[in-house]
Each structure stands twice: as structure tokens, then as C-alpha cells.
């Protein structure tokens, strides 16, 4: 069954330094995703991204933030500046073909198992 | 704020059938009804999603009434492994907002 994978699985960085944290989504898959999980709180939405602009993000996705879709196969989430609130496990998911019969965006998202991103 | 209202935790032993019950009263006409699982340091996984009445797949079966405010997330006959935290969200596109989720435990 095709999965999401995400890399690396665990990213060490010093506070201040910029991070990229990289997604395969499934391959026909148009919606991609990023969330986050503090450790021990709930899974917090970041970004939405569909046909190549965002289509939605939260409160947390601020300027320090952005994704991009550098290739065909690539969903990356850069972290310009970190904090050490910014540790936490992130998630990328996607989301949604032309062949399955629910409305596109309906779709169920399917995630990666996640980079564990700790500030120092 | 989390649409959906669910456990926080329930406890079941090996081989019984677990029904996890969620509450979505503001449920709106485009929303779809989607559980997860996610297991410790791994990403939620997709277990089932409906729209209205019954529906089945290999792991599990997904009950929605008429009205569908509520919903039931049956498990068969559970093991050891299905020790997880199941979460119960609605699906209209675009973000979807988790709450605490259900943690269940499985016993021998």
C-alpha cells in the first residue's frame, strides 16, 4: 500500500537554525498537508497546499514558516529562524485523487509517521 | 476548538469487540465522518470514513444514525496491538481539528 514518508526521521538543531523537513506524498495525492504534535498535546494544523499555493494555514504557521513543492514528488516545510517551542513531532499528510468517488477534498488524509524536531 | 465530543479512555480485554462512541451535534451537511489511530512517536493512520449509515472495511465498522450526530467506531475481536489513542474528526475538506482523542488500552 503506497505511504507517505517523511525524512529525517529525528532532526537535531540549534536554536536559531534553519530547518527543512522533507515529504514524499503518496504519488497521486494533489492535497498535502503539515501538523504538528508538541509532545504529550494534541495533532495541531500548520498548512494546507493545493496546486502549488497554500490554501489554508493556521495561527502557529507564521512568516517563520513555508512550504514548498520544489518537484513532482518533494513537499518540504522550512523553519526559517527555530525557537525551542518549535520541538515537537511534525507530520505531513496528503490527500485526495480524480478517481476515488467522494468530492476531491473530502478525501482522507494519509500520514507520514513524522520528524521529530528537537531544539537545542 | 475540537467538533467532536469522545471518551477519554476506555479499557478492553483481548478477543472483545470495542464500540468508541463520538458526539458531533454541529455536524454540517459536507462533513464527513473519519477516524484515526495513531500509536506513540508515530503519525495518525487512517482507520474509516462515512457519511451516513453503516460502513465496513477489513479493521473495522463505522455506525452513523439518520440524523448523524453520533457516531460508533466498532472493533472486532481486539488484541494486544490495537492499544492506541482512536480519534473521531469530521472531514470537509482542508484541516482537520484533533481533539484528545480516545486512549484505549487492551488487557489480556
Known amino acids: 500500500e503506497p505511504e507517505v514518508t517523511q525524512t529525517p526521521s529525528h532532526q537535531v538543531t540549534q536554536m536559531g537554525q534553519e530547518v527543512i523537513l522533507r515529504c514524499v506524498p503518496i504519488?497521486?495525492?494533489?492535497?498535502f498537508y503539515w501538523y504538528r504534535q508538541i509532545l504529550g498535546q494534541k495533532v495541531e494544523f500548520l498548512v494546507s497546499?493545493?496546486?502549488?499555493?497554500?490554501?489554508?494555514k493556521s495561527e502557529i504557521f507564521d512568516d517563520q514558516f513555508s512550504v514548498e513543492r520544489p518537484d513532482g514528488s518533494n513537499f518540504t516545510l522550512k523553519i526559517r529562524s527555530t525557537k525551542l517551542e518549535d520541538s515537537a513531532m511534525y507530520f505531513c499528510?496528503?490527500?485526495?485523487?480524480?478517481?476515488?468517488?467522494?468530492?476531491?477534498?473530502?478525501?482522507?488524509?494519509?500520514f507520514g509517521d513524522g520528524t521529530r524536531l528537537s531544539i537545542l | 476548538l475540537a467538533k467532536t465530543t469522545q471518551p477519554i479512555s476506555m479499557d478492553s480485554y483481548e478477543g472483545q469487540e470495542v464500540n468508541i462512541t463520538c458526539s458531533h451535534n454541529?455536524?454540517?451537511?459536507?462533513?464527513?465522518i473519519t477516524w484515526y489511530q495513531q500509536f506513540p512517536s508515530q503519525g495518525p493512520r487512517f482507520i474509516i470514513q462515512?457519511?451516513?449509515t453503516k460502513v465496513t472495511n477489513e479493521v473495522a465498522s463505522l455506525f452513523i444514525p439518520a440524523d448523524r450526530k453520533s457516531s460508533t467506531l466498532s472493533l472486532p475481536r481486539v488484541s494486544l496491538s490495537d492499544t492506541a489513542v482512536y480519534y473521531c474528526?469530521?472531514?470537509?475538506?482542508?484541516?482537520?481539528?484533533f481533539g484528545q482523542g480516545t486512549e484505549l488500552s487492551v488487557k489480556p
Open positions: 499528510a496528503s490527500s485526495g485523487t480524480l478517481r476515488q468517488g467522494a468530492k476531491l477534498d473530502n478525501q482522507p488524509q494519509h
Open positions: 504519488s497521486n495525492h494533489l492535497y
Open positions: 497546499f493545493y496546486n502549488n499555493e497554500i490554501s489554508e
Open positions: 454541529n455536524i454540517a451537511t459536507n462533513d464527513y
Open positions: 462515512g457519511y451516513k
Open positions: 474528526l469530521l472531514n470537509q475538506g482542508g484541516k482537520l481539528i
